[in-house]
Nanobody
Framework: QVQLVESGGGLVQAGGSLTLSCAAS????????MGWYRQAPGKQRELVTRLRMFGNTNYGDSVKGRFIMTRDVAKKTVYLQMNNLEPEDTAVYYC???????????WGQGTQVTVSS
């Protein structure tokens, strides 16, 4: 069973930074893409960013210019560097991966990010 394990969430003041990590149990080259989603209380889960293993990286409009997604193939890990955080960024952040073969989608358990004003 493929596992995604997130870490790095926490409490930060507005304007601060946090880096989230998502460690996969298999090589990330098995995935067509990986991404980060978030869900705030009372809201639907939304896409934050998506990284295509052999393509580009897309960002949601609300995080463009502030968040950066990167990968470390050797560590089987992707990261979400979050800068200039705003209270509106408060949410549970989930790592997501879409596998080539077999075709499956995986989710991490989520990590809480809270930004105080």
């Amino acid at each position: 069973q493929v596992q995604l394990v997130e870490s790095g969430g926490g409490l930060v003041q507005a304007g601060g930074s946090l880096t989230l990590s998502c460690a996969a149990s298999i090589s990330i080259f098995n995935f067509e893409d990986m991404g980060w989603y978030r869900q705030a209380p009372g809201k639907q889960r939304e896409l934050v960013t998506r990284l295509r293993m052999f393509g580009n990286t897309n960002y949601g409009d609300s995080v463009k210019g502030r968040f950066i997604m990167t990968r470390d193939v050797a560590k089987k890990t992707v990261y979400l560097q979050m800068n200039n955080l705003e209270p509106e960024d408060t949410a549970v952040y989930y790592c997501n991966a879409n596998q080539y073969l077999p075709k499956n989608e995986y989710w991490g358990q989520g990590t809480q990010v809270t930004v105080s004003s």
